[in-house]
């Protein structure tokens, strides 16, 4: 059995599959890949079955060495993998690297944008809490990777490796990124103002990670009637916007909190919470309002 | 009911108090046990609504305009589980309790621990439950603290509005604090996770 030891943990490592959706009722949120479609790609490249848990690294900088031969895949924001043996060789991202007993795997900070996944061949033997190996940073389910870990790769799968040079991958912007927004629950709250400033845009603050992304900007101003008032905590989603009693808007990730206390504005579309995940600090967002859904 | 939307995928329905959203809760549990809502990936009750969170708009229009039309659960199914927490009653603002209730602090642990209480729903953090009177009696009603705190310890325990609860680790939190206890409120290696699960009646017992 193949077991990859860190030496190094990156900036922020941490075990990802699709989550655990179905507990908020608990007040556990649905946590898993920022990019779904990502860590899926990583796995169907290295062979693996797509929900198969795998690393999210945040700007790269991971350092594992392989006790037993294996495979890797790479997909998210474009990074430089080098593995070294005897000799180094560097591979990019979207194809399988073959990484030989004893070797070094060492990736590189992403060219564009800030998260990548990285996929094993027989994909990573975690420990499961209600259902998933993800790691949600804010209910402290399961923890980031950190040096001296040792993670187990499962076996090898039946099926042959596909025969792939590479896959196509986009290669995250970094100039003001657009994220369609659904108008409520609370954009009542706001003034006409403050609606029209999310469509301007805000500047992502270094202090942003898988439970929200902070944003900088002028701040929301609420209307003459909601002045003041206190919001009965009610549920949320990921790509809520949350206003904080200060006018801030915090965007929500996968490891937001069930609930929220203050009023959120809008609420980004499914289809673009991968470009979120993509957002590096300082680089700015701005939001788009599109139709909403038919609800009675 | 009032619909509102969260995103393309999910929505909230606000109702007129919270005794209407545990019986919409129970009425959709109810569908889904039933098969009727399989594009529902999530339904979150909390004081004044239910949000439901499903696979795409397409599962959410068909998922809300099922929920819009179903009656009311005439009662709200308890889990048939009892809970018994120790509090050691030291909390930070047991006095400004007693003083906002014009009673004193003993009366305010005298109800808290003679209240059979239920938990209403969970949420907010892993473990969390939000317990009100099982009589619907409310004796400790108070309003949250004015201001946040950024780090409520583990194990405190609280009242907000119509609720108690205790905060199964550390976290900001804007609850009343007038205890603390030593039981286990989250455990990922107990099945389930969490002590406190919707229904479940509750009563706090003083320890010292």
Same mark, same amino acid.
């Given at each position: ?7 190094? #943990? ?28 990502s860590l899926r790609l990583a796995n169907r490249i290295v062979g693996t079955h ?11 900088? !991971? ?5 037993? #031969?294996?495979? @890797?895949? @790479?997909?998210?924001? $474009? ?20 990484? $030989? ?25 975690? *420990?499961? @809490? ?25 076996? #090898? *799968?039946?099926?042959?490796? #596909? ?31 403050? !609606? ?77 919470? *991968? ?13 788009? *309002?599109?139709?909403? $859904?038919?609800? $009675? | ?5 969260? +995103? ?12 209407q959203v545990l019986r919409l809760h129970a009425a959709v549990e109810s569908a ?10 999530? /339904? ?18 068909? +998922?809300?305009?099922?929920? =819009? ?21 030291? %909390?930070?603002?047991? =006095? ?30 892993? &473990? ?5 009177? =099982? ?19 583990? %194990?405190? /325990?609280?009242?907000? +509005? ?10 900001? %939190?804007?609850?009343?604090?007038? &205890? ?18 919707? +229904?479940?009646? /509750? ?6």
């Open positions: 059995m193949t077991s990859l030891h860190v030496l190094s #943990p990156g900036t922020l490592t941490t075990v990802q599959d699709l989550g655990r959706a179905g507990h908020a009722g608990l007040g556990v949120a649905p946590s898993g890949a920022l990019d779904p479609a797509e929900e198969a848990p795998a690393l999210e690294l945040t700007f790269g900088g !991971l350092v594992l060495s392989a006790d037993g #031969p294996c495979v @890797v895949a @790479v997909t998210g924001a $474009p990074v430089t993998l080098t593995v070294s043996n005897e000799d180094a060789r560097t591979y990019g991202c979207g194809s399988a690297v073959p990484v $030989p007993n004893g070797a070094e795997l060492s990736i590189g900070p992403p060219s564009g944008g800030l998260r990548s996944w990285l996929a094993v061949r027989g994909g990573l033997d975690a *420990p499961e @809490v209600l259902g998933s190996a993800s790691t949600d940073l804010l209910a402290g389910i399961n923890a980031p990777l950190a040096e001296g870990d040792v993670l187990t790769v499962g076996p #090898p *799968p039946g099926e042959a490796l #596909p025969s792939l040079d590479g896959a196509p991958l986009s290669v995250p912007s970094d100039d003001c990124l657009t994220l369609r927004v659904v108008l409520g629950p609370r954009h009542t709250w706001f003034t006409d103002d403050a !609606l029209a400033s999310l469509r301007e845009p805000w500047t992502v603050d270094q202090r942003s990670n898988r439970v929200g992304i902070r944003l900088d900007g002028p701040a929301l101003e609420r209307d003459a009637e909601h002045d003041g008032r206190e919001l009965p905590s009610e549920g949320a989603v990921a790509g809520a916007v949350q206003v904080a009693s200060n006018g801030l808007p915090v965007l929500f990730l996968a490891d937001h909190p069930v609930t929220a206390g203050y009023p959120v504005v809008a609420c980004v579309v499914t289809e673009d919470l *991968p470009l979120a995940a993509q957002a590096v600090p300082g680089q700015t967002v701005r939001f788009r *309002p599109v139709e909403g $859904p038919q609800l $009675p | 009911m009032r619909w509102l939307p969260c +995103g393309d995928a999910a929505a909230i329905v606000e109702l007129d108090d919270l005794a889904r046990s039933e098969g009727r809502l399989e594009g529902v990936v999530d /339904v979150v009750p909390a004081a004044r609504t239910l949000l439901l969170r499903c696979t795409g708009r397409e599962a959410l229009e068909h +998922g809300a305009a099922l929920v =819009d039309a179903l009656h009311l659960a005439d009662d709200v199914p308890l889990s048939g589980q009892e809970v018994t927490i120790s509090v050691r009653y030291d %909390g930070d603002d047991l =006095d400004d309790v007693a003083e906002l209730l014009s009673v004193d602090a003993a009366e305010v642990v005298r109800r808290h621990t003679e209240t059979v209480w239920r938990v209403a729903f969970t949420g907010f953090a892993p &473990g969390f439950g939000y317990l009100v009177s =099982d009589d619907g009696s409310a004796p400790l009603e108070v309003a949250r603290r004015p201001e946040a705190r950024t780090t409520v310890p583990a %194990g405190a /325990v609280g009242l907000a +509005g119509e609720f108690t609860g205790a905060y199964p680790r550390s976290s900001p %939190g804007g609850w009343q604090l007038i &205890g603390t206890t030593e039981t286990r409120l989250w455990d990922v290696d107990r099945d389930p996770p969490a002590l406190l699960t919707p +229904g479940t009646r /509750v009563r706090f017992e003083e320890v010292r």
